[in-house]
C-alpha cells in the first residue's frame, strides 16, 4: 500500500465536513417510500414478488456461472496465456474465506441487480497485497464525498461476522479499497436501482399477491349453488349443503355421482368479468417486472409468445442483449480497480457455459471451429470435459482456403490466379 492509500486512510478517519450522496432515487439505502398502492417497496418486500425473485435469481445465477479468468496479453503478437501467479487469479475463485467463487459472484450480482451497486471491501495485507475480498449488502453503503472530491465509503455491517471481517477498516474507506460495480448512473458514482424506478411496478404486483391471498382466506369465490322450489328447513339445508361437501371433496370422490333429493339442481358459478380482469391484470404485472429487469417473459414461465422456433433465439438474444452488458460492467471494473492494463493482463469471462445445456448449437460449433482450422479436435474434446487424445492438437486446414501458390489451389505465388498456358503441363498444378 503506497503513501497516497495510508494518507486517505487516516484522512477517511478523521473527515468530518464530507457530504453524503442522496440515494433515494440513484441507489437503493436504507430508507424505502411507500408506493401509490400503499406497499413499501424495500430489499426485503420486492424479493416476496415472485416475478423480482425470478428475475434476481437469473441474472445473478447465471452471471455466477460464468468462469473468470485472468490472461497476460503479448502487446507484440496479441497471444494470450494465462496469468496464474497474478493475486487476482486465486481471488476470483477463492474470494474469501467463507466464499467460493461462484457464491462471491452470485452475491454480489443480487445486489447490482436489485440496488444497482455491488460492494466488495479489498482487504490488504502490510504490503498493500488484496488478501481477501469481502461482499457488504448495498444496504449497509453510503457514499461520501470529501471537500476535496476524494470519494470513500461508510460501511455499517450487520452481524457478528462481518464485524469481524471488517474490524481492522477505517471508519471511511477509501474508494480504491472498494470494489464497487455501477449499473447505470444518473452521476457517475452511484448506479440506479432498478428496485426503485420499477417501484410502482413491483408494489402492483405485491398488491396483487396479497388481493388474491385475502380473496382466498376470506374464501370470497363459490364453486356453485344448489338450487330447489321447495322450502327447506334450517336443519335441512345445513344437511344437505355437508352431505355435498363431503361428496365433492377430495381425490377420493372424483367421478362419484350425486343424487340429489328434494327437487334440488347444481348450478355452477362462472368467472364474472371482475374476477378475469384481476386474472389478466396479474398476468400483464409479471411482463412488466420482468420488462425492467431485461429478462425475457419465456424464462418466467409464460410461453404465451414463445414457439419451438424462436425459443433458441430468446435464449440467444437475452445472453447477447442483457447478460454481456452485466460482462463488460464487470470485466472493465475489475480491469481499472486492479489496474491489469498495465501489466498487459485483462479479465474474461467464458460465456460458453450458459449454452452447454444445448447440445445440438455445441457440437455444431466445434465442427464450424474445426472444420474452419481456427479450433483443434482436442481444443474441443477438454472444453466438451474430455480427455485430449494423441495428434489431436494439429490446426485442420480446408483445402479450398491454401495461400496461392500452393498445389490445392493451382495459382501461382505471384499475381495469383490460374496458372497460364505456358504453365500447363509442368508439376502438379496442370491443368
Known amino acids: 500500500m503506497g503513501l497516497g492509500s495510508a494518507l486517505k486512510r487516516i484522512i477517511g478517519k478523521r473527515e468530518t465536513r464530507s457530504s453524503t450522496i442522496d440515494d433515494t432515487y440513484l441507489g437503493s439505502g436504507l430508507w424505502s417510500n411507500p408506493s401509490i398502492a400503499g406497499v413499501r417497496v424495500d430489499q426485503q418486500t420486492a424479493m416476496t414478488a415472485t416475478t423480482v425473485m425470478a428475475c434476481v435469481t437469473i441474472l445473478a445465477e447465471d452471471f455466477a456461472k460464468l468462469t473468470p479468468n485472468i490472461f497476460h496479453k503479448d502487446p507484440k503478437t496479441g497471444a494470450r496465456k494465462p496469468a496464474t501467479e497474478h493475486d487476482l487469479y486465486v481471488l476470483l475463485y477463492q474470494p474469501n474465506d467463507f466464499q467460493n467463487g461462484f457464491e462471491f459472484r452470485e452475491t454480489m450480482m443480487a445486489n447490482l441487480v436489485l440496488h444497482g451497486n455491488a460492494y466488495a471491501v479489498k482487504i490488504r495485507d502490510g504490503r498493500g497485497r488484496v488478501l481477501k475480498l469481502i461482499p457488504v449488502n448495498a444496504n449497509w453503503v453510503a457514499l461520501r464525498e470529501a471537500p476535496d472530491g476524494n470519494l470513500f465509503y461508510r460501511v455499517t455491517p450487520t452481524g457478528l461476522h462481518m464485524m469481524a471481517e471488517l474490524k481492522g477498516e477505517p471508519f471511511f474507506i477509501p474508494a480504491e479499497d472498494m470494489l464497487h460495480i455501477r449499473g447505470m448512473s444518473m452521476n457517475g458514482l452511484l448506479g440506479s436501482s432498478r428496485m426503485m424506478m420499477a417501484k410502482e411496478a413491483i408494489a402492483l404486483s405485491l398488491a396483487?399477491?396479497?388481493?388474491?391471498?385475502?380473496?382466498?382466506?376470506?374464501?370470497?369465490?363459490?364453486?356453485?349453488?344448489?338450487?330447489?322450489?321447495?322450502?327447506?328447513?334450517?336443519?335441512?339445508?345445513?344437511?344437505?349443503?355437508?352431505?355435498?361437501?363431503?361428496?365433492?371433496?377430495?381425490?377420493?370422490?372424483?367421478?362419484?355421482?350425486?343424487?340429489?333429493?328434494?327437487?334440488?339442481?347444481?348450478?355452477p358459478l362462472s368467472m364474472n368479468a371482475e374476477q378475469a380482469q384481476f386474472i389478466a391484470s396479474r398476468q400483464f404485472q409479471v411482463a412488466e417486472v420482468a420488462r425492467a429487469f431485461r429478462v425475457p417473459l419465456h424464462m418466467m414461465g409464460d410461453l404465451t409468445r414463445s414457439t419451438d422456433n424462436n425459443i433458441s433465439q430468446q435464449a440467444q438474444e437475452y445472453i447477447n442483449l442483457t447478460l454481456s452488458g452485466y460482462v463488460?460492467?464487470?470485466?472493465?471494473?475489475?480491469?481499472?480497480?486492479?489496474?491489469?492494463?498495465?501489466?498487459?493482463?485483462?479479465?474474461?469471462?467464458?460465456?460458453?457455459?450458459?449454452?452447454?445445456?444445448?447440445?445440438?448449437?455445441?457440437?455444431?460449433?466445434?465442427?464450424?471451429?474445426?472444420?474452419?482450422?481456427?479450433?483443434?479436435?482436442?481444443?474441443?474434446?477438454?472444453?466438451?470435459?474430455?480427455?485430449?487424445?494423441?495428434?489431436?492438437?494439429?490446426?485442420?486446414?480446408?483445402?479450398?482456403?491454401?495461400?496461392?501458390?500452393?498445389?490445392s489451389t493451382g495459382a501461382k505465388a505471384e499475381g495469383g490466379g490460374r496458372p497460364s498456358n505456358t504453365d500447363a503441363g509442368k508439376g502438379p498444378t496442370a491443368q
Open 328 to 407: 463488460s460492467r464487470w470485466r472493465e471494473k475489475l480491469d481499472v480497480s486492479f489496474d491489469l492494463r498495465a501489466q498487459d493482463l485483462f479479465v474474461d469471462f467464458d460465456l460458453s457455459q450458459l449454452i452447454r445445456g444445448d447440445v445440438t448449437t455445441r457440437y455444431a460449433n466445434y465442427a464450424r471451429g474445426i472444420t474452419g482450422g481456427f479450433l483443434t479436435m482436442n481444443e474441443a474434446r477438454i472444453d466438451d470435459g474430455r480427455d485430449p487424445m494423441p495428434g489431436g492438437d494439429e490446426l485442420l486446414k480446408p483445402l479450398n482456403m491454401d495461400a496461392p501458390g500452393s498445389h
Open 208 to 267: 396483487y399477491e396479497q388481493q388474491a391471498s385475502r380473496w382466498m382466506n376470506n374464501q370470497a369465490s363459490l364453486s356453485g349453488v344448489l338450487q330447489t322450489d321447495q322450502k327447506l328447513s334450517e336443519p335441512a339445508a345445513k344437511r344437505l349443503a355437508q352431505d355435498w361437501r363431503d361428496l365433492k371433496t377430495g381425490l377420493q370422490n372424483a367421478g362419484k355421482i350425486a343424487v340429489l333429493e328434494q327437487g334440488l339442481k347444481f348450478q
